[in-house]
């Protein structure tokens, strides 16, 4: 017997979103007619041409320099960068189960490392973020769980990231520039300590006065709802389990610091970044792919790393080039292609609910008689 229907189903709102029909009555779009939306499309093309002006016309790079020192670069060091990136992903499922458990929803490792994964693909693919709107929705496809609940799961599992990668890469920063610190090292850190103190205010409103102002604007009712519910997900979160996902987030980062650290020795530059140097690059990487007007960060991510790489740590444009090719390669572009390949066979994009999982509030209906 299936699971009984969670009692606040009935009620959840339904909202448009661009990507997926939240009535979970229909499957969403498929992401080819999303890659055929012009809009996708120039999202895509701009940065890719901005990179080429900025290749060909201020960054001085060789074109034989840079495919030399690539197709140099040592596969096994390459490998290991492949390997520790992608221990980050059950890392992060493990993360998303615990925070879905204090919701009330059980989900085990692999599913919910998959369906992050397939979020991911989305993510590298179509612009503003619209991977995290995918994974609560097929979430929400095979375990019919309350979506708002979920939405609130995946942004309190952002605001970690958000926390940890600033903190990290502050503290990577701090002793990387030990020595001293220029006038662009300390912007940065101004920015970054700004924007912790920015999002600590945030949370601390909504967390105290965000149901009261939702009932004071002139909103319909079932807004209102959502809200109560996404709430009850942001801040389900049991305060003992807080320090696990405070350790595990660093080991998710830890994981993106690594293999920018590991490509760099893979392609064999003699330039003083170091593992400091790395964390501190690769996080303001991750934070810059936040910036929701590309696909990844596609442009954003390649310009502000390549700046840094050659502004800070006097590396020459054409080994910037050469790392941010690199490692670009191994966070977005095998996301691509392994990403489609589990988009296709994967059981979760059709809706295969797992034998046993519950959501939300279900229990287990008892057999007749």
Known sequence: MSPTQPADRAE??????????????????????????????????????????????????????????????????????????????????????????????????????????????VNCLVPAKLGDVYRAYLLRLNFDV?????????????????????LLGLAAGFWSF???????????????????AALAIGLFVVRNFGRRIITRLPLPKRAGEFYERFEEGVFSIEARRVPLLAVVTVLIWATEAMRLYLVVLALGFDFPLGISGAFFVALIASLLTAIPLTPAGLGIVEAGVGSILVGLYRATGDEAAAIVLVDRAISVLSIIVLGSILYLVSSKTRGGQPRGAQGLGDTPARPAG
């Open 12 to 121: 959840e709102p339904v909202i448009d979103y661009p990507l997926v029909n939240e009535s979970g009555a229909e499957a969403p779009a498929p992401l080819s007619r999303r890659l055929r939306d012009p809009r996708t499309i120039i999202s895509i093309v701009l940065p890719l041409i901005l990179i080429a002006l900025i290749a060909a016309t201020v960054g001085e790079i060789d074109l034989n320099k840079l495919v030399g020192s690539i197709t140099r670069a040592d596969p096994l060091l390459l490998v290991a960068a492949f390997g520790i990136y992608y221990l980050g992903f059950p890392l992060r499922g493990y993360r998303w189960a615990l925070l879905l458990r204090g919701a009330g929803m059980r989900v085990r490792l692999r599913d919910s490392t998959e369906i992050i994964f397939i979020g991911w693909l």
């Open 146 to 166: 309350s979506l708002s609940r979920t939405f609130g799961t995946v942004f309190i599992e952002r605001v970690f990231d958000l926390f940890t990668i600033v």
């Open 178 to 196: 030990r020595d001293g610190m220029s006038p662009e090292v300390r912007i940065i850190f101004g920015i970054g300590l700004a924007f912790v």
